[in-house]
Structure formats: structure tokens, C-alpha cells
């Protein structure tokens, strides 16, 4: 119900005016007292909510779990530790541990023929692939259809070139590098749509965990790249998602 | 003319081994020594070439600006001061100076009913709105229809939430703010598409020139924010686009 | 004895002049030699000693919790880790350790009856509550009301304006927010008494550990907002209790 | 009117659905285009609006004078430069500007007799005077008594330890210092009332702009000291009023 | 004179224990009391005296542009002004001053033909020419053949690719470039001689004064890079020019 | 096969189109999915494919060390821990684990009459060597002839002046240092050939990890300094491998 | 008068208890309002009060400088520009200018036979004299016999070390140096007296304006080193004379 | 035998020019291969060889403790783990360790009727401790009488005044402080004496690991204060131990 309707119903006696200050103030999100669960979020805005389990504690985390079951919502939890997984596992059925994206899941990955568009994951070397994965299976998640082109860092051109194709047809490209990088401003000059820059913190000595590759990115020389925080795999996934959604969806218009 | 192109010509005997060699190493640029300007970009790309003048030599920008001309290009040029701008049009006709964005211009500012879809430029205070401005009119020379949301800063939210509308219907929002740069979480949490965040470097003390709001942008809780360099409007204004015309032409279909 | 006094008892012969020297230099304090514990500090400012227990070897925590225990002082320690705490309830009776805030304490919290006037605590994330209940335990143990208002991070506007009325009628609004710190921005807004904002180290990647929180905070375009240390909630519950304790002893005059 | 007076007229029909709508929206503020005044700020929350001047261009100061002067508001700008000042004199009649502060005024400085309990500004040398100024003037506009307690830098203790009475006597002492930024620290140590410290620029080499003291203060090891913004006098008076107005007003019930 | 000859002469009677102790102490440089001038130099490292003019007094400047004079050396001076150029043709004879480069010369650019081997400048942008000049200036100065590519930054890999020959071939490339500073990463991912990386103090924003192109420089993934300080041409053409030696020099033997 | 040869094979009729486009697409490389192994790359060149094992996963690392066994090639790798040799020594024959360098190997150390010229390792105190050994080791994988000069620490001048000439006869010298890092400036003021500066980790408090030290570097008043990332030994081995091949092999010429 | 003498004057009924108060409270300052002048300081410490000119407000100049001329102090100013020189002159008869260290004096510098002890001062490069001679100067202006060491840079050690007679027998040593920093280690292992290290802001790119050879300095590996701030001449010269008196006049004992 | 006797014997035929030549570059050190232990040290500077143990590998701990007592000299090692020492008391007899100074010797501390003048210790708190008892046991292992004065951070200012006598007759005050370090200032304007400033790592937040204690003291308002590095306790007690002999031996002249 919204403002408007909330007032129609006011002026026609249907509430009180009680009635409609409590729904004027009405929480949509579900109060647990250390978290408000946001579970009309999907609905909202198409993205389900995700948890994000990185420093949660174990009673949060296991409460959080069992209240998206109850709700019977998909379940996908990033940067879950193989501890976290076996606590969570006995509490809920039928979960999933990915040891590289360090994701827990249980919604089943999409079949490709109902995943939509198309964004590709580009990642500098094997140590960046932990982080590309968890931007590929979050975009997965919420129905991206996602290419993976891995370990083409910018010191061996023609591994990137040779890729060309996959690279330049997606809708929006994720850039995954850590020590300098310089694959993000590398990628931007090669293709039309937009980059989303991912830092990780893989580098040694003046890297300064991935400080340096955040600020390569930020200052890039190529046009069309904007950037996310370091290792942050999820929130590429979640905006790659937004402008492969807009591709799509209005295409069918 | 692409690689398979040219490859076939030469089977077929149209061209020779010498001419297929230097095809395949043709520059797609005008070499004019101190720069090589990108005058194939626009039919490439979508995106005409745009010149950055600060820090750019008087000798520089007048043949650059002098090229553009002979080339029947389209002049928009960013970062330019007042002084720059009486030098060059002494040697370029029709060239206007925006005194707020600091762009000196010679394309027209489109007319709204030329322009498409919708980018919401949003900043946070007075002070920002040279960055904001830039953006804008950035986003407008590339076809972008604009609205314009200024001084909504978090610390009055009321200012933001009556504009709401505005922020909500546009396919990318770009959101300009400096000091704390907390505009840019807010906003993500009002909206389902894109944000782009640029901070600025206004602000005093530990902002640190616009270093404190790039931090915050990056840290963002909120969902679906990638960020670009400090007072980078030219580059939101080009990333807002490219997501701007993903949502637009496919919706032509 | 305060100077004056002195004075006029060495001017009434009352003491010697040695006597005299030795009063005006007597320490206020308890010399344990690695240590100089502030017995008298609970008459003198209206507030107890409190333990940071971080670092403290162990035979330095025991003696000193074994010294507050004789001298029939309350206990309230800081910053405990299990560990810790396991030592020192073999020689003190009757410790408590709550694992969320890390305090140990001896001295029962307040019955609600007992304490003085609102002191309102508002946190981001759920990874931001031991330090919002570090703060809130803090304010407690000093004497002060404390409400609660958790799970409140600016990227979902709604679940804080849900509880305004809390946040509106304390006499001082404690802001705990990790990644970007936005919140105390936000809290800042929509108050007309002082918000002490805490940083947390909550975040990854460029959140460095609490500092681009602490710059967020430091640079909020917000009136009424000061700020402490990073994850400095016995901080924070200090300063609001001066805060509170000013508006309500005050208010009984 | 609020939301509740807002119903209860629907409710009554006094207005209609669609009034109810646009008061429930309506802007608290005076849209300016490039700013939104906030005319209604000294009846909702008894602070009178003030300007920042520092990079603000001079059409939008002008402005902005011109309609404070309509609206026969009082007028206070903070970090004002002498140009601005003698161009904004040409426009607004009967401003008064202050050199060290940099502050234009036009309403007089309040009576002591009609400024209210006490507020205590310590600053560490004679160069950190200009934002112990400003943070004075500025609680003096608000309406704060202000006492000033000027070059008494910890390197020399006695200096501070003679005023120590007028220290002690504060509802709230605000600690101005450059350098090393120590005296927060030693004030805190002896007063039993909250300090607001305000870092300065002052200095040079490793005290990079106030950063270095700004560190200093927020890891203070005394109680009851929160930090504000590098050279953030306005800032300092702002909150230090709002402490003073809970000691004093609240006394008075 | 070294060390063996001295005792030589010593033991043979030709000089005396005081001239043996004096000749084993005397200073290889002539000492104006600012400055200690290292006239032999040249014969011994095969590099002549450079002057680095920046921050320097003119009255320092002229006695070491005189002395250099009077001892018939070739002068070269880098980061001079303009006005000190005025200042010092005042005082001696033939010098000319380059304005991209900065660098006041009187030697004659060596002909080609006298210069040896290959190195190759190549830069990013237009505004990063006038530390790739002094490079190169710096290296023919010291009779190294110097080969320039301009303005290949990463965003537009094929202009770098069409130019590829002219890299590969040089004993030693010197790759400046500002911003986000990729050049190097790429550049040394293309040949098999070293690059020498130069960031530069071009762009805005978050590449702080260089710092940032310094850190991708430092991180880079490719092989056989190292780095030179933010600016430093000089240093630059300097080791390139003892790379180039090595490889010329040796090849006659 | 370089594009000409491919173009002239195409003309001839010996390969098709299709096939030539293959040619020219054709990847350098072994595909394995998380990597892309340079196969190539020792003939093209000069230097065999190394491994950095730090932070690699277990099963990628077992993959590579497999693949380049079949593929009969040298295997050295650096940043092993000693656990990773035990578990690679499990599935590939012969390896060597040396703990000082950390280096994993099974190519023999070359013998000295096959390493040509001579590279020099500078270092400043014993914590450096591990650092150093990597520098060495590397710098002899490849060939090179190494003399290796430790714990000459600038605050013992005497002790780096006693082996002046194994320091002055290197065609390039590696200089390996912590702290602050100040042994590559002396180094550098001796020698006339290249200085390859290593910061390394070693140090405390303000040592920031190898930051200090790599700004001392950066910033050396000596010529014929360039420096590699903190801890960087390998990367310093290997540009001082190509170094001192320009100087050897070519004086076969 | 201390402590005892006016607590016996008390008891023996010279003074009354409110003359013993004032006394023990009196401010040994002069309070001029804006500055706290220490005018007994000599008397005290041995050290005369020193003006720190730098961004003090030119009427609280021309007043300081008035009051020490009328005290009869000496006069010894740093930090001092041509234009405050040029204002203050007018006001205080005799004052002297230096435009190297910046110093305005009245006081004639002491006849070498009247200093004491020996102080060497040596510095890094040309640049590096204005700081150098801040702390020659202020070391004499307190009585100490200062030498001059200057431009002997780590990268010709020989300059150094021909000079090393004059460094090794001072009481102290003051090490002045930017760029890279070095010489404070270089010279700390050669002698056995203390070093105090003086970065200067002098270099240029990574130089951080003299951070960096802070950090050098602090991380010396050399012992017997302790650093005052960058460009801080006058400290050096302050702490270098303490060290000086405590070896002469100690030996006058 | 120094240069001159060198000479001299060579001269008078006493010596070859090739024993001259050997003399002159012969190594006051012993050569390990890995380390260069300087044997001579304590008779060239009265300083005997300390071990840094932190990072170094245990076998050459081993040896360089084996080769200590083989000298017969005296072991004093800073840094030791307890594991450390549980390894070397196995090799060489008679050690002992110092668990909070981390201290392993061999050499009984002096009796205090062997100790020489004073140093006095002053600490900011308990946590402090250990880098203070670095400090002083580094001082008397050196000879010099040490005094502690500890818990007397600037919160509680009448702690530290109630010891005044002890801080202010002391040749040389070594003041530890971490969190925000103020305590050198305070000591700093009490004392006539030079004041060595040691930063430590303790505290939390933003005082990054001792990098904000540093920065105040650096950038202390008081004169005579001089700092080392973080934690450097060690460099503290050898350079007052230097200063205080100045003080000491001298008087004896």
C-alpha cells in the first residue's frame, strides 16, 4: 500500500487516522533485533537478498539462515569460510560450498538457456580467480549469462587479444586484477560498453593489499570504467547485473 | 576494413602481401607527432573525440583544436581555464566557454527532443556543481537526455526524498559529492539501477582534496555503486551514457 | 585537601611545613609501580576506573582486578578476550564476561529505574555491534538510559526513519558504522542534540581497518557531530554520559 | 503542521486528499536552483542558517546574502576572504567582517548578559587563534557565553595550569590546537565535562596540514574528548553549544 | 693517482709520508664551499657534471654555470625556469633552453651519427612529453641514439602495437606515463631488453601527485621492469644510457 | 611464424584463409583453464616460464608443476612455503626446496663455467638474504655468473669499501636492503655500471613493511638507481639477467 | 621564589595566605593577550625565547618584537620572510636579515672565542644549506662553536670522507638531508658521539616534501640517531646545544 | 694502527707496499659468511655488539651467539622470542631471559655503584612497559644509571609532576609513549635536558600501529625533544647512554 492509497482509504473511513500513521511508518523489513531482514526485497527490486558473512557472528549467521528458509527465499552467502559452511550445513538442508568463490548456496545455479545477455568476467592472473568467481556466480545468481576469460594479464598482450570476441560482446565487462592493475584501463580501450573495475588484494610489498591496484583503476586512462571496492567480487556481480538488465530487459520492449 | 577483410582481398589477389601488411598495421589515427588524435573514434565508438586541456601547451591545443576544425569534428573540450579559452578562439570560430564546468564547446547543446532516455546527475552541495555540471553536460553532448538534482546533501534528506521521482526513473544515476561523500550510499539505497559516484575535492582538512569522499564512495554498503576518480564528471558523464544507451537502443528492437 | 586548605592550616600551625610540601605534592593515585590506579576518580569526576584489559600482561590485569576488588571498587573491563577472562575469575569472584561487547564486569547493569535521562545508540551493520554494545554497556555502567536502534545502515533510509522518535529524543545519539560510515551523516540531519560518532574497523578491501570511516565522519557535512577513536565504544558511552549526565542533573537544579 | 495534524485535517476534510499529498511532501527549504535554503532552520531546530564561503563562487554568495536579507534573517559567514567580504558589502548593507576569524557578520554580538552558561576555548599558540576565533564567534552567534583561554601549549604547563579555574567551569571546553596536538589530551585530563577538539593546520613538515594532530587527538588516552574536522572552528562552536544549551536550558525546569 | 701508485712513489722516495697522506685524502672535487663541483667526473664514469637547477639560489647557480665555463665543460642543466634561463645567458655565453623539456644546454645535440646503440622513449598522453624529453635529452647529451614514440597510451593499444619494431629493437626502453601509469606493464610484457619506468605527475584527483603511477609502475606483473622516481627523466636517460653502453660498447670488443 | 611468413604461406595458396586466420590468432600459450602457460616463452625470450607460488591453490599449483614437467622444462619457483615442497615433491620427481630463498627447483644450479659475466648482490644485513638468495639464485637460473657481498650495511662504511672491487666490476648490481634502505644510494655514488634496487620487508615500526625503504630508493640522490617492488628478489635477478646478457653477448658480436 | 621559600615566608608570617596563593599560582609569562611570553626563560632554561615567525598575523609580530626590545632580550626570529623583515625593521631598530636561513637577528653572532664545545653541521646538497644554516645559526645564537660541513651527499662518499675529522669530534653532529635521507646513517656509523637527523623538504616527486627522508631517518640502521621534523633547523640546533653544554660544562666541573 | 702508521712503517721499510696495502683495507670486522660481527666494536666506540634477534634465522643466531662467547664477550640480545632463547640456552651457557623486556644477556646487570650519571625512563602506561624496560636495561647494559618513572600518561598530569624531581635531574630523559604520544611534549617543556622521544605500536584505531605517536612527537611544540623509531627502545637507551657519558666523562676532565 502506498502513501497515496493509505490516504484514499483514510478519507473514505476504511482506516483510522490511527491506522494509517502505523502505515505510513510500517517497516518493510523483518526485525530480528541485531538485523533487519529486508525480505520484501526481491519483489522491490529483483535482487534477492544476499548475506554476507565475513565477520558475523555464529548465533547471527545461523538465525539469519534459518529465517530465509522459513521465508522459503534463495539462499546465497559470500565470503563464508569452510568453517562457517559446516556449522551452517547443520542447521539447513541441501546447502552448497564453493571453496574457490568461498560462496554458500542453494538455489541451484541457472540453467544457461534461462540466463539473460551476457557479461564477461576478464581476470589477470590464477590468484584473482577466487574473486572473479564470486562476481561470475553472484551475477549468475541473479540470472546474468556470464563468459569467464581468466589469467590474461596485461604482460602477455596476445592471450588477452586472442579473446578478443567474448570480450567485446558482452554488455558490460567485469575486470578482475590485483598487483598493478592495469587490465582495467587495458580492457577499456578494447570495447564500447561499459567496465566494472575489480582491485584484488593479490600483489606483494607495495601493493599494500591492493591499495595500489584500487588506485590504477581509479585513475585510468581509458573512458567508460568506474570501479568497486578491493575483492569486492559481489558488488561487480550486482551492478553488472543492473546494466546487463537494462541491455535485456528493455529489448524485449 | 577488419582482419578477414583484408585477409580475403589478398587471397583473391585485389591487394598485395605488402599492402595486406601495412592494412593490417594501419593506425586508426591522425599521428600529429605530440598526439595521436582518434578521428575514426566517433564511427568506431559512438563517442567523439573529447580534448582534456589542463596541463595541455598553447601550441598543443591550437593544432589539436585546429585539426578538429578541418575535420569537420564536433569541439568539446573539458578542464579548460578562461585564459585557454581567449587563446583558442582567436584560431577557432563559434567556440563558447561555460564558465561553471569549465567546457569550451562548439556542438550545439543538443535539443531535449533529440536527446534519449534519462541520466539523473545529483550532488550535494553548491560547491560541487562545477563537477556536477561537467557530468551533465558531458552526458548531453554525447545524447543523453539529463535532469539535474543539486544540493541534496544527507545531512537534510528531506531536500533528497522530495525529489525522489527524479532519481528513481532515470537508468544510471550519477552522484556528485565531496567532504564526507555520503550522498552516494543514500542514493543507492533509493534506486534499482546504476549509480556511478564521483567524488569531489571540496572540502577542507581531513577531506584531503576529495580523497576522504573517494573512500567512502568505495566503501559503499549500499548496493550497485562503482565510483570514478576525483572530480571526474567527463567520466561519469561517459560511463552514465554508455549504460544510458544499453537501456535505450535494445529497447528499439 | 585542596591548595587553600593546606595553606591555611601550615598559616594556623595546624601542620608542619614538610607537612605542607608533602600534602601539596601527595599523589591522588595508587602506586603499584607498573601501574598508578585512581582510587580517588569515582569521588572526584563521578566516574569509576575502568580496565582496558588489550595488551595487558597477564600478572599486571590480575593485580590490578585483585586491588579494585579490595578496595570494594566495581569492576568494568574492557576489551577482554575469553581467554582472559577464564584467568581472572580464578582469583575474583563473581566476573561476568559478555562475548559480544568483550567487557567483563562485576558490578550488576542497572535496573532500569536507576538510570538517568536517553542516551540513544545507532548502528550500521550487524558486525558493528560489539562496539554499539560496548558503548551502550559503557553508558550503563556510568549510570546513563541507553536505547538501542541496530541494524540501521543509510543504505536502506527506511528501517532508520522507522524508529526516529528514539533517535530524536535522546540527549545524545552515539552513530556506530563501519565501511563508509555514513551514518553519523545521516543521524546528524535528523537530530538537534550532538552525535558522537564511532568508526568501526567492520569493512575489507579500502575501509582500511576503520580509518575510511574515520574520515568519513571527520568530514560530515553534518552540524553537531564529533568523533572518537576507531572501534572506540567505551569512548563514545564516556562522552555521552557527560553529555546526558549535564542535561539531566541539570534539569533537577 | 507534521503528518499527524496533516491527517487529522484530511481527516476532517478541511483539506483534500491531493493537499494532504503535497504538504506530506512539501520542501522545507527555499529552492535557490544551485541551493536549497533552509529558511524554517532556526524554528525547527534553533540554530540559525550559516554560510560557508570557501569556494563558493561569488553569484551564488550574492545570492544567497540577498535572499538572507529578504528574509530578514541574521547573516553569518564562515571562512570568508576580504575580497568576498568588499563584494558582498556593495550588496547587503551593514556587514561587519573580522579579520582573524574571517567571519562576516551583520547581527551584533550578543550582550554577555543575554549569552547563556559557559563555554571554554583553549588554544595551543598564537597561530591557532583564527579558528579559536571562529569557534568563539561562532557559539557567541549561536548565543553561548564564551570564555578564552589563548596560547597555553602543553610545552609550557603553568601557563594552562593558572587558568585552570576557568577551564574546570565549563559545560564544555573546546581544545583548539596545531603541531603535535597535545593540549586535547592534557585538557581532558582535567576537566570533568565533554571537550570537542579541534586539529589546526598550523605547523609544518611532518604535521601535514593538521593531520598529524587530528591522529593525535583521536587517540587520546583521556576520557571525554571527541574530535571534529581539521580547522573546523564553526564545526567546534556548533556542537559545544548544543552541549551548553542541554546543561543550561534543562536546568531551568 | 690511486691508491697502489701513491705507495709506490711513497716507498720509492719519490714523495714524502705528509704528501702520500695528502694525496690519499685529496678531494676529487673542487669545492666552492656551497657545493663540492665533481670536475673530474666525466674521465672518471664516462657521465659529465649535471645540473640540477630547480630549488637552487641564483647566485649558486651562476658560480657553478661560471665555473663549469672556465673549466671548458659542456653545460647541461635540467627543471631550469625560464627566468633562470634569462638569468643565466646573462652570465655566459651560447646557452640555449628547451621550454618542453626545461633543460638549458650549450653542447650541440650530438649528429646521429656520433650517437650509439638504441633507446626508446615511449610516453603515454601529450602532457607526459616533457619528462619523456628529458630523457631523451638527457641520454643524447650523454651520447646515446634516442628513438621517441608518443602518445601510445594503454586505452588505444593499437597505436602502441603499430609502433611495436621501434620498441622491440632498443637495447633499453624508457616508458613515462602519468595517471594510472599501465604503459609499463604493457610495454614490458612486449620486449626482451629492460624498461625503465618513469611515472609522472600528470592527472588529477586520486593519482596524488604521481604516486599512484609510481605504485602500478613498482607492482607491475611483467618482467624486467624497474623504476625511476615521479618526474625523473634524467635519471632515466641516465641509466639507460649505462644499459645502452654496456650492450654497444662491449659489442666492439 | 611472424605475420609476413603467414601472409606470404596464405598468397601462395599453401594455407587457406581460414587457416591463416588461425595463424594470426593462434595462442602462444597452454590453455589450462586457470592459466594460460607460456609454453613458449624461453625460445622466444631467452627466459623459461617461473612460478610464484605464493597464494596459489594447491590443486592449481600440483597442475603447472605437472605440466611443465611433461613438457620437459626447467621447473623453478619462487615463494614456496615448505609445505607446498613436501606436497609438490609427492607428484614431481627431483625437486629441491631451498629454505633460505624459498625457492623450489630442479634444473642444477648451473657451474660456474657456464654462467657468464658477472652480477653483483649487495645486502645490508643478515634478515635480507633470504630477499637476496631469490635475487641470486634467479640471476643463475638464467644463467648469469653471481658474486654475492652481505651484511655491508651503510652504518659500517668499511665493511662495503673492503669489497670494492666485486662491486665495481658487475655489469649491473643488485642492491638488497631494509630499514631504510640507504645501501643502494652509497652502492650507487661507487659504481658506474646499473644498480638494481631491492627493498626488502625487514625492518619495524616505521619501516611500514618495505615502504620506507622503497622511498629512500625511489628517491636517491645517486645516478644509475632503479628499483623493483619490496621483496622483489626475483624481479631484480631477472633485469639484471638482461643486463648483463646486453653487456656479455653481445661482446661476442 | 619556589616552592619551599614561599611556604617558609608564609610560616614565618612574611607573606599571608593569599600572597603564599598568588605566588604559588603567579604566571611566570607575560600575557599579552594573543601570546604568553616566557620572559624569565633565560633565567630558567638557558635559553632565550626565539620567535617563530611563520604565519603569525604581522600586528602580533611588530607587538613581540617591541616587548623583547623593551625587555633588553636579543632578538633571534626563524621562519622570517623578506616582507615581515621589511615591516618589522621599521619598529625595531638594528634587526639583520639572513636571507639563506631566513633568520632576523639583532644580537651579533658570538666571537668564535666565546663559543663553546663543538657542534657539526653536514649537509646532504646545495639545497639543503637554508636548513642547515637555521640550525648553525640557532646553535651559535645559544653559545655553541659550530662547523660547517656542506653538499657531501651519500653518493660521493669521498667528499665525506675527507672531511671526517670535523665530524667525528663533535660533542654532536646534525645530519641535514632530503631527497633520500641516507647521510644520517652513513654518518652515525662513523661516529660515536649522537647524530640528530634533520629531513629537509628538498626533492621532488616520491620526496613527499621530506616524508620520505623522515621515515629514512627514523628507520636508520645506524645507532646513536634521533630525528626532529622536516626543515626543523632551529630543533636541531636547540637539542644539539643541550647535548654540547652537558660535555663542556660538565668538564669545567 | 691508523693511516699514518701505516705510512709510517712502510716508509721505514718495517712493512711491504703490499702489507701497507693489505693493512689499509683489512676488515675491523669478523667475516660469518652471513654477518659480519664487528669484534673490535666495544674498543673503537665503547659500545660492545648488541643481537637484533627479530627475523633472523636460528642458525645464525646460533653462530653468532657461539662466536660471542668464543670472544668472551659480553651477549646482550634485544627482540628474543621465549622460543628463541629456549634454542640458544641450549648452545651457550648462562643465559638469562627478560620476559617483558624480551631481553636475553649474559652479563649481570651492573651494580648500581658502577653505573654512571643519570637517565631517567618516564612511560605513558602499563601497556608501554616493555619498550621502556628495552630502553632502560639497553642503558644500564651500557653503563648508565637508570631511573624508572612509569603509568604517568598526560591524562593525569599530577602523576607525572609528582616525580618532577626524578624527570628533571636526569642527563637525558627517555619519554615512551604510544596512542597519541603527547607525553613528550609535556616532558619536553618541564625539562632542561635533552628529551629522546620513543614512539610505541600501543593503542588501537587510528594510531596505526605507532605511526600517529610518532607524528606528534616529530612534530612536538617543545624544544629538545628528538625522536627514534617505533618501539626502538633500544636506540633510545644507546643514544642517552651516549649523551649521559658526555655529561659524565667529561666532568671527570
Redo the contacts between chains.
Sequence with gaps: MD??AV??K??SGEIS?DE??GY??????DDM????L?THREI????PEVVFC????DI?LIKIFERLEEDGQPIFATRATIRQYELLKAFVQGLEYDR?SRIISRRKREEASELIGQVTVVS????D?PVAEEAAQTAEFFGTKVERV??????????LL?TLDTVQNA?CVIAVAG????LA??V???V???V??V?T????????????????????????????????GY??G??AT??NR???R??A?
Design positions: 502513501t497515496r490516504l484514499e483514510l478519507k487516522v494509517a500513521e505510513l511508518r510500517r517497516q518493510p523489513f533485533g541485531f538485523a533487519k529486508d522491490r527490486t529483483g535482487f565475513e565477520g558475523k557472528p547471527y574457490v589477470g592472473g590464477t590468484a580467480i581468466y589469467d590474461v594479464g596485461v604482460s602477455g598482450l596476445h592471450r586472442s554488455n598487483m598493478e592493475g592495469a584501463s587495458v577499456g580501450g578494447l564500447k560498453n561499459p566494472i573495475a582491485p588484494s593479490v600483489g606483494y610489498g607495495a601493493s599494500m593489499n591492493g591499495l595500489s591496484a584500487l588506485l590504477t583503476m581509479i585513475n585510468s586512462c581509458a573512458n567508460g570504467i568506474a570501479v568497486v571496492n578491493i575483492d569486492n558488488g561487480a550486482y551492478i543492473q546494466i537494462l541491455a535485456v528493455n529489448s520492449k
